[in-house]
């Protein structure tokens, strides 16, 4: 009888600024065996890169402090987060138009959506950065 080999978590930094969506959307990841790090505004998603090395980054467009573009060029000029696979979630569509335009995003989510999706979406993220 061989083991099964043993598949780490997803490791994914969440940051979204309305509390009961970054519950309802970290709980719905960690449901699903992900570790799941959130932070409420931008600058908080970026500090907390300084001891965390996420899989996939799931970052609301309208922040306060730091905006989920300007959290996304701080990420692409950084060695270690340039390819990591970054998800935009908004709920505001000039926001998701523009995001929609920029090629840096793996993918944006327009709220609502079901967490399912999102979970989905990060797993999709994850095996595209492994290959």
């Given at each position: ?28 990841l ?14 908080a ?17 309208a ?12 990420l ?51 095996r595209h950065s492994?290959?």
């Amino acid at each position: 009888m061989s083991a099964a080999a043993f598949i780490p978590p997803v490791q994914v930094l969440l940051v979204e600024d309305d509390d009961s969506a970054r519950e309802l959307f970290a709980t719905a990841l960690r449901m699903t065996g992900h570790l799941v790090r959130t932070a409420p505004d931008g600058l908080a998603g970026l500090r907390m890169l300084e001891a965390f090395e996420p899989d996939v980054i799931v970052v609301d467009l309208a922040l306060p402090i730091a905006s989920g573009f300007e959290v996304l060029d701080e990420l692409r000029s950084a060695e270690r987060t340039h390819a990591t696979p970054v998800i935009a979630i908004s709920g505001h569509e000039p926001g998701l138009q523009q995001a929609r335009a920029n090629r840096e995003f793996f993918a944006v989510l327009a709220k609502p959506f079901d967490p399912q999706r999102l979970v989905r979406m990060v797993d999709r993220a994850h095996r595209h950065s492994q290959n």
